[in-house]
């Protein structure tokens, strides 16, 4: 079955540290990937995504993320954390196999990121 | 572009009851996915639209339904509320592409109450 998976349910890193928070995947074909972040009582907002080409991905707030197919794994990065980043992230995929796959995300369990000052 | 809308933010029900939430997806946007988040099952796909027409459905009983409309804004409705019916239901949007795996961007939720 079609999977994706966060190992750690909760991290604590301090202000100004790095930052890697990680996410496994398991489906037939590469899927499509996403990191997805939520604050308290908000809906999800989207920070990077992976469809193709380039492994390494960029997106907002800093974040960068790099597709690995050997280990499957697409885990999300920071160089140096900043307070605001406090906030649950989400990794998802798609599977890209059209029909039972539309509009289906399939969401890790999440990852609660603590930044202490 | 205006981002995804959903009404009511908020809403308190007793068991037993139904309720209808309201999603508006971005402009242009014909694709309208459904999940519902609770903090021991996390985000499950409940369903999605695509031009007035379920596409695709998630494991959840026939209590949840729902319909999409010309307009692409979609509504969902559970009925014969349930105590764990209580969740954060989440709408996303997206172009609905064919055979091409969409980005999906998210409202900001309805936070249903069951009591």
């Known amino acids: 079955a079609q999977s994706v998976t966060q190992p750690d349910i909760h991290i604590t890193v301090s202000e100004g540290a790095s930052l890697e928070l990680r996410c496994n995947y398991s489906y037939g074909a590469t899927p499509y990937l996403f990191w997805y972040v939520q604050s308290p009582g908000q809906g999800l907002q989207l920070l990077l995504k992976?469809?193709?080409?380039?492994?390494l991905v960029q997106g907002i707030k800093g974040f960068e993320a790099e597709f690995k197919r050997s280990q499957s794994s697409f885990n999300l990065r920071k160089p140096s954390v900043h307070w605001s980043d406090a906030a649950e992230y989400f990794c998802a995929g798609d599977s890209n196999a059209g029909g039972t796959s539309y509009g289906k995300l399939t969401f890790g369990q999440g990852t609660i990121l603590t930044v202490h000052p | 572009k205006a981002g995804v809308t959903q009404t009511p933010r908020y809403l308190i029900k007793t068991r037993g009851q139904q309720v209808t939430l309201s999603c508006s997806p971005i402009?242009?946007?014909?694709?309208v996915s459904w999940y519902q988040q609770t903090p021991g099952q996390g985000l499950q796909f409940l369903f999605e639209?695509?031009?007035?027409?379920?596409?695709n459905k998630g494991n959840f009983p026939g209590r949840f339904s729902g319909r999409q409309f010309s307009n692409s804004r979609s509504e969902m409705n559970v009925s014969t509320l349930e105590l764990g019916d209580s969740a954060l239901y989440l709408c996303?949007?997206?172009?609905?592409?064919?055979?091409?795996?969409?980005?999906?961007?998210f409202g900001p939720g309805t936070r249903l109450t069951v009591l």
């Open positions: 402009s242009g946007h014909r694709s």
């Open positions: 639209y695509f031009s007035e027409t379920q596409r």
């Open positions: 996303a949007s997206s172009p609905g592409l064919a055979q091409v795996a969409d980005t999906q961007y």
């Open positions: 992976y469809f193709s080409g380039d492994t």
